[in-house]
């Protein structure tokens, strides 16, 4: 069965700051993968996605991440923070083509940030 | 384009009463998704549409819960005889090829 680790709960991070959240997961080939952002109040937005091909993925609000299969890990990273980052951020993994049904997320890690 | 709309945002209701949500999904989106979120979790799969068919169910969804899409546009998401277990957000997203997108949730109490 597919599932999805995100270690950190909380991460605190200045503004400016570079950020990296990290999730590993666990599947037998190489699956979809994504990130997504839940702001207070909010829907999950969409912040970027692995289906295949280039393993640094380039999403919105100036986020990338890196798929390594070595490490079976997909890190969310942002080079320099703004305060409206501050959200949840969720890992998800899915098998290749299986819908977004078939999709497990993460427990999330909660981004604050300090001025 | 209004995006994914779900109505109430909040409900808090009685033990043992039933509750309905409604989504309405992008327009021309043809496939819609029941997720639930509990407080410290990531959304869990519900239930799926395609059209009006519904495809797949999770084993979260007891027989006290029942989805329909009758027209293969807006959704109900009804729970029947509600338990204190059922407290949490209820997301609802639809999708097309290019991405999945989802509403604000209904956060639905139960006392």
């Known amino acids: 069965a597919q599932s999805v680790t995100q270690p950190d709960i909380h991460i605190t991070v200045s503004e400016g700051a570079s950020l990296e959240l990290r999730c590993n997961y666990s599947y037998g080939a190489t699956p979809y993968l994504f990130w997504y952002v839940q702001s207070p109040g909010q829907g999950l937005q969409l912040l970027l996605k692995?289906?295949?091909?280039?393993?640094l993925v380039q999403g919105i609000k100036g986020f990338e991440a890196e798929f390594k299969r070595s490490q079976s890990s997909f890190n969310l990273r942002k080079p320099s923070v703004h305060w409206s980052d501050a959200a949840e951020y969720f890992c998800?993994?899915?098998?290749?083509?299986?819908?977004?049904?078939?999709?497990?997320f993460g427990t999330g890690t909660k981004l604050q940030v300090i001025p | 384009d209004t995006g994914v709309s779900q109505d109430p945002r909040h409900k808090i209701t009685k033990r043992g009463q039933n509750v309905t949500f409604r989504c309405d999904p992008i327009s021309e989106h043809n496939r819609l998704y029941w997720y639930r979120q509990t407080l410290g979790q990531g959304p869990e799969f519900l239930t799926y549409?395609?059209?009006?068919?519904?495809?797949?169910k999770s084993r979260l969804l007891s027989d006290r819960f029942s989805a329909e899409r009758p027209k293969g546009s807006f959704s109900t998401l009804e729970i029947q005889r509600t338990e204190q277990g059922d407290s949490a957000m209820y997301l609802c997203?639809?999708?097309?090829?290019?991405?999945?997108?989802f509403g604000q949730g209904t956060r639905l109490t139960v006392v």
């Open positions: 997203a639809s999708s097309l090829e290019s991405g999945v997108f």
């Open positions: 998800a993994v899915g098998p290749p083509g299986g819908g977004y049904q078939k999709v497990t």
């Open positions: 692995y289906f295949s091909g280039d393993t």
């Open positions: 549409f395609q059209n009006e068919a519904q495809l797949e």
